[in-house]
């Protein structure tokens, strides 16, 4: 069996699946971040055996009859094994309960399509029910063309499962890693209570060539960098990948409900 090899950004070098794990998902040669495959990053977090999914069956579909998306979605679910771009579901985090989103990059760049917004809703409406924090794990292309209104539509659906989680007194933590862009930064990635990033991550809305058009004018080199939001007021911390654990664990810690700290 020949093992899954990824290829670092950075310096191009290639690293095995089981090396990279190991590393925590960063380029021993160039220390480049990699991007994690959620139940790698769901590990990472929480502590072990905990983790219990949520909306495991919800799938990505070609529900307009886009041209090559059928083919697309069997290709992103044959490589990644998923059956959507985000993986969802309820963990403890050093003994702390919460759920947890994390989406996918490698499934069609973690776009938002129905399945995403679905999924990341029932998340919400889980943890609203169960009075439990929810942790986010965002990285997206934004919406997904191929769904066309439909995935624009889960920008509104999500943020109101967002609202109604916090109206109940709950809280609400995302991890902004690279990249997040588009729909998803416009919504639910920014409605945090607490915005973390991962170092360097790029993160907004539109790119940067359609933002130096748009104002005619010219961009500085880290523009849309996580250090770049975090100067700006935009991020409230930026976390290595090696504290995110302990930094979310200290988090929940501090904002469990008064009930749950009895």
């Known amino acids: 069996m020949i093992e899954t ?5 950075g310096c191009k070098k290639k690293h095995a699946l089981t090396a990279a794990e190991q590393a925590g998902f960063i380029c021993p040669d160039c220390g480049k971040y990699l991007r994690v495959p959620p139940r790698s990053r769901a590990a990472m977090i929480a502590d072990a055996g905990s983790f219990s999914e949520i909306g495991a069956g919800v799938r990505s579909v070609d529900i ?5 998306y059928a083919d697309k979605l069997a290709k992103a679910q044959a ?3 998923e059956n959507s771009a985000v993986l969802c579901g309820t963990a403890r985090i050093k003994g702390m309960e919460c759920a947890i989103f ?3 990059p490698r499934f069609i760049m973690a776009s938002m399509g129905s399945a995403v917004g679905e999924k990341i809703t029932r998340t919400f409406e889980y943890a609203t029910e169960h009075g439990l924090p929810v942790i986010g794990f965002t990285a997206s292309g934004g919406a997904r063309m191929q769904e066309g209104i439909v995935s624009l539509m889960q920008m509104a659906k999500c943020s109101g499962a967002v609202k109604a ?3 109940a007194g709950n809280f609400y933590v995302t991890v902004l890693t690279d990249p997040t862009t588009g729909g998803v930064t416009a919504s639910f990635a920014m409605q945090g209570d607490i915005i973390l990033a991962e170092p ?3 993160i907004g809305f539109a790119g940067r060539r359609v933002v130096e058009q748009t104002t005619k004018s010219a961009l500085p080199d880290n523009f849309q960098s996580a250090e770049f939001l975090f100067d700006h007021g935009f991020v409230d911390q930026i976390v290595p990948r090696e504290s995110m654990r302990d930094t979310l664990a200290r988090i929940l810690m501090l904002h469990q409900r008064s009930e749950k700290r009895a």
């Open 5 to 9: 090899t990824l290829s670092c950004p």
């Open 64 to 68: 307009i009859g886009f041209p090559g």
């Open 79 to 81: 490589e990644t094994g």
């Open 102 to 104: 994390v989406m996918d």
């Open 165 to 167: 989680h916090s109206e």
């Open 200 to 202: 360097k991550a790029l």
